[in-house]
């Protein structure tokens, strides 16, 4: 008998392929249990930001990322058991936000996120 984590972990990298600088404000999670962090302050144009996201085995991993100018990085992985796809969204006027990979996450555990691993590129909008 396997003893379940009391929480799942994602591992989320964000490539800033811009020419813009992203000044990071501060986080908000949709459940109790929920976590975000992230090593940068400043997210400089050509650098990686590592984003660890947490949650209990109860509840998605659902968050926004505030960055200045009103620019909000919206993320959701669902459990292994839940039905839909993540979303890695920025909503900025002149960046999209692209899924360059994605690794699912090897316990498989209804209860665990979907996903492990994920980068993310930020590119100037044409």
Same mark, same amino acid.
């Given at each position: 008998m396997s003893i379940v984590p009391n929480y799942s972990t994602i591992t989320i990298s964000l490539i800033n392929e811009t020419q813009f600088?992203?000044?990071?404000?501060?986080? $908000? $999670?949709?459940?109790?249990?929920? *976590?975000l962090i992230i090593d940068k302050k400043k997210l400089y144009p050509g650098e990686t930001a590592t984003i660890i996201g947490?949650?209990?085995?109860?509840?998605?991993?659902?968050g926004f990322l505030y960055f200045d100018?009103?620019?909000?990085?919206?993320?959701? $992985?669902?459990l292994q058991f839940h039905y839909g796809q993540p979303i890695f969204k920025i909503n900025a006027n002149h960046t999209n936000s692209i899924i360059? *990979?994605?690794?699912l996450n090897p316990d498989i555990e209804p209860r665990l996120l979907l996903y492990s691993v994920v980068t993310i590129i930020l590119k100037t909008m044409n």
């Open positions: 600088i992203y000044n990071f404000d501060h986080a $908000v $999670v949709g459940y109790p249990g929920n *976590s947490t949650t209990t085995t109860n509840f998605d991993l659902i100018e009103n620019i909000i990085f919206h993320i959701f $992985v669902p360059q *990979s994605k690794i």
